[in-house]
Each structure stands twice: as C-alpha cells, then as structure tokens.
C-alpha cells in the first residue's frame, strides 16, 4: 500500500511577525498508507485540530511539505485545493456541521452537488448512503429532529458522499453518550475494513484511539510517540 498522507517538517504559526507570532506545530513529520486506520491523539492545546485543518486542507502550513495522494499541496491553486478536499476527503466533525434547515438525505447530497453530480444520481446514491448507516426511515427528517447519534450517522453518510479515498474525524464521538459513540467507532471500522477508506481519528481518548492501527501522540505540537497496534504493510 502507498502513502497518501505525508507530512514533512510542517510548522504552523499564527500572527506571522508580529509581537504575538505563536507557533502551534513545530516540525510535524508523518505519514499514513492507504487503508491505515490511524488515530491522533493529544489533550486540549496540543495542536490536533490545526493538524487537522492542515491535513483536510482547510489551511496551509506556514512551513514545511505536505503531500496529498502525491499532489503537492503547496504548488496547488486555491480552486484545485477546494476540488481535492471535496473529491479525496470526508470530513466528520463533532459538532455534526449539518445544515439545519435542510432534511437529512439533502444533507448527504450536499458535497454531490458541489461536485456536479446530476439530480437522480445524487438522491440514489445518498439513499444508499442513509442505508448503509442504518438511517433509511430518516431521510426526512430535520437536523433537529435527530438525536446526536443520528445526526452523526447522517454526518457520516455525507462524508462518504463523493466516495473519498480518506476520512478525517475529528472527536467524533465527542458529544455522544458511549454506546451511541460505539456505534460510530463501528462504522468506521466497518469503512475501513469493508471498503478499504483511509481514516484519520482525531481524539483526546486513549480508549478510542487503542482500536486503530497506529497512535499517533501529540503533545505541545510535537509528534512525541508512536504506537503500532497492527501493521498493514
């Protein structure tokens, strides 16, 4: 299996020359294979959400190389990172980032409409989506009118929306009571096992982070160990 995350010496700082500059990452080197399940772990303040953002390319990092897939973030135009975060990456927040206004199956199709899928294959393809996450008698329903499981289901079903090569959950059990959060942890699993998707867990939990393949600990943005709990190459 091939790399298709790679971070080389990514430093990320905020206020760039001024008095309050902050650097947050200082030197990050990583990588995860395709098919790896690998968890970032760390406490509040250890930086796991700007990696994040860096590796979901909702930001870039003030120095250092990040290869997506073997594209070259860096080198990249802003529209091409846009197509590549819509086309390579599913993201699952904990806070669900639904659109309240709008039903369930709509939410799915989502990231199909911005990648220009037409009307019909959109809707028979978020209807799979709602069946493989056990929310098929949900379709209708408002945001609102979910529970926080339900909700997460449905956040995950529009992850896999454009069928991405990657899933980045960040503390996606976070708001969830443990056997609602269980059964998340299980169709991740399930994604990564069945349908091969690359997965990166942001979380602050030890518990969680034990049942993927590789821990990743960050602490004061530094990579500071790492532990294989099952090798896929």
Do not use: W
């Not at 493989?132 to 329903?141: G, Y």
């Not at 956040?155 to 059990?173: G, K, S, V, W, Y």
């Amino acid at each position: 299996m091939g790399e298709i995350i790679r971070l080389e010496n990514i430093v990320k700082s905020f206020y760039i020359g001024q008095p309050n500059e902050l650097e947050i990452l200082h030197g990050i080197n990583m990588s995860v294979n395709e098919g790896e399940f690998v968890s970032i772990v760390g406490p509040s303040g250890s930086g796991k959400s700007t990696l994040m953002n860096l590796i979901g390319v909702l930001d870039r990092p003030t120095r250092g190389s990040y290869y997506l897939d073997g594209i070259d973030v860096e080198k990249a135009k802003d529209d091409e990172l846009s197509d590549i975060r819509n086309r390579k990456i599913g993201f699952v927040f904990q806070t669900y980032n639904l659109i309240a206004k709008t039903n369930a199956i709509k939410n799915v199709e989502l990231p199909m409409l911005y990648a220009g899928v037409s009307g019909s294959e959109r809707r028979k393809k978020a209807e799979r989506l709602m069946e493989m996450v056990e929310m098929s008698d949900r379709c209708k329903h408002l945001p609102e009118e979910l529970s926080g499981g339900q909700k997460q289901r449905v956040a995950i079903a529009r992850a896999m929306a454009n069928d991405p090569a990657i899933i980045l959950a960040d503390e996606p059990t976070g708001a969830l009571d443990s056997k609602t959060g269980r059964l998340v942890m299980d169709l991740f699993h399930k994604l990564n096992e069945e349908q091969g998707k690359t997965i990166v867990l942001i979380t602050h939990s030890r518990e969680l982070s034990e049942e993927t393949d590789r821990i990743l600990s960050l602490k004061d943005g530094n990579i500071v160990s790492e532990d294989i709990r099952r090798d896929r190459n």
